[in-house]
């Protein structure tokens, strides 16, 4: 057998008249690296950014995929009364499986792995728990409720190891392993809920900022109980007390300063702009502050944006008390014809096509009704006075905002006036945010109208967005401060490590 001869070829032996020609033929140099992982597609990025720790480094342990259900959404509800009365009598033992509700019919049926008849009688010993209905986040701003059940298998991945630090009253970052595009928009999320593994494109894995204690050294506690602690690698540990971190800070002090400067860094659109393509490979790359003054000042910053991405908590300003001035006219519930709002006639109801059920029941974004326009003359002053507050010009607001603004359809009669066009358009893990969250709620979907209190939701989630646009140049300015002066990872970083599943 002939053995071929090793060949080697270093891109520097490339002279500038071969480039030269090779470039007159319209073709790029490529330069596969074990960082890009060895890809041929043509990309552009920072050289500096594959000397930054990948966002997996930074963590102890316990990245791990969100919850799979793969049981037709029979776990999983915007209505927490409506999940409970179906997951009341799914484990009431004197309904017959022939008796069970249509909302169940996933439940009856053959899954991979999951077998209906012997999971129900496995779990009809424990019957229903009001406990395990929590909070479970679908989509970017799409907070729902499951129901969590570890055993059996009634969920298709139950992430047991994930439920238990959800107990801790824990905050996730969610990140993907890679994007399927480089212009996904926003690179993580940020969630003290369960997630769905699909609530970002193509799987999210979701980091602690605390761990909790194993089951093992669970069982093994007498008197005291273990704290939970930072899931910070060794080298992130090193790092914190490199810049001046010391045990008094505590844990999550010292978890929430990593992982907020991440989220802030994972917004600012000159860091996705600058290296989109290196986030569309890999996990993303973090640059870390060389001081701690830079590093809590990048925190606070992400702070405010986790506060923004966070539905349940209220934010002065944009949810609770004077709302600021530039999102007083976003959002608001209108009539077509100027008349009163009417919930009891369908003015409520989402049916202009933004959802449709595709193969196998699975929801499909339909094409929706919106209308662009300019902002009205009532609209530009509002916006102009919440500028001025800002401490930015009008031009610069709407370089965050979008210079015009759309009107976005439920139905024929009723819109969300004056959401901005960035605002619309915004984009977090691959997923256009209020329209992912329209598509599933198109009447037909789920088959009642809107309640009021969700209609007034999207408004609520069109000024938390605006108002996380408005951030973008700190955001920005932030990023470029860390960029000037960037801790050195180098050799005392941790080896890759491949994501828990």
Known sequence: MCQRPEFKFELQQLSEFTRGQIAAQGYDILAPTHANRFSFRPSQVRESYYSWPIVAELAASDWLLGLNENRGEALIDADRAALAERMRRYLDASVSMSDLPSELDALRRDWAGFDPVQTRAELLSGGFEEGKLVRFLAKPFDLRWAYAETRAGLWNRSRSTLVRHAALQNRFIMVRCRAPRADDGAAFNISRSLADQHALHKD????????????????????????????????????????????????????????????????????????????????????????????????KLGGRVAALLDVEEPVDGVTTGSLRYELRPLGPVATANGRQLDPASGDLAVSARWGIRGKGGITMPGKGRIEERPYTAEEQALLREGAAALGLSYDQLLTCLGETTCDVFLNEHAYWRCVPIRAWKYTIGGYQVVKKWLSYRERALLRRDLKPEEARYVTEMVRRISAILLLEPALDASY???????????????PNRTPLR
Not at 205 to 234: C, K
Not at 480 to 486: L, P
């Open 204 to 299: 999210a894995y979701l980091i602690p900022f605390l761990l909790a204690p194993s089951e093992q050294e669970q069982a093994s506690m007498l008197e005291e109980p273990r704290e939970a602690v930072a899931n910070l690698s060794e080298s992130a540990s090193r790092y914190l007390a490199s810049i001046g971190s010391s045990a008094s800070d505590g844990e999550k002090a010292k978890a929430e300063a990593v992982w907020l400067h991440v989220l802030a860094t994972g917004y600012a659109p000159t860091y996705l702009h600058e290296n989109a393509d290196g986030i569309r490979l890999d996990w993303p790359r973090i640059p870390l502050p060389a001081g701690r003054d830079a590093l809590l000042a990048s925190a």
């Open 480 to 494: 470029e401060r860390v960029k000037a002066d960037v801790y050195e990872w180098g050799k005392a970083a941790s």
